[in-house]
């Protein structure tokens, strides 16, 4: 069952399939129109990707989804109880304080719902841990971070950019262990992303954003869409 009304959501659907259901979303700000309009639906066990150029909304609309944002016009309906972590694009840390990555875990973390050993063992981490957080490389980084992320034991976790600074072998690495944790673990993730190639073979579903919503679906069918390949094409990596 999902908090607060659903009187604006499409009657046709069958709200308990989703766990976040949001609707006419809009967004300003410094009043020039930062989102307009958008309509986004998330199951359980999927990975939904918000592709885009930068500047076209994606962290605001994330930013919006875990609370950063309030000033928004449209609803956001989540599932209640539901749990929810966060992985922001710029995740700032004094590298003059001495650190271990296990430190880093154990500490920063209020709730602990599950077994750190398990998350470890999961994210294939254990080698780093002693490391201090200023020697991790940026795909190092993240993969502590998504562990952190995981402590909480959520039911979906928004990733904002996660790639942006890995390289190829590394970006390959961190969507299969994504994708091997929304298995095992039930999980959903949102992410936002301009990496087209990685983005279409590792998502369940994608949404094209610019402001509003240009082409919204299955990979193999908003490759096929005529607003993503005469618009979107251009902005992403081949």
Known sequence: MFHNSLSSIDSSICVDDYILIVKGLSFAYRNKQVIRNIDMLIKRGEIFTILGPNGGGK?????????????????????????????????????????????????????????????????????????????LSAGQMQLVLLARCLMSSPDLIILDEPVSFMDVNAKVKFYDLISKLVKKRSISIIMTSHDLRFALRYSDNVMCVNCFVYCQGVPSEVEKDRNFVTIFRGYFET
């Open 59 to 135: 962290t605001s609309l994330v930013r919006i989804l875990v609370g950063i944002h309030k000033n928004y016009t449209g609803s956001i309906e989540y599932m209640n109880n539901i749990v929810v972590s966060y992985l922001p694009q710029s995740f700032v840390i004094n590298n003059l304080m001495p650190m271990t990555a296990e430190y880093f875990l154990l500490h920063s973390v209020l709730r602990k719902k599950v077994s750190i050993d398990d998350i470890i063992k999961d994210v294939n981490i254990k080698n780093i841990l002693d490391q201090q957080l200023s020697e």
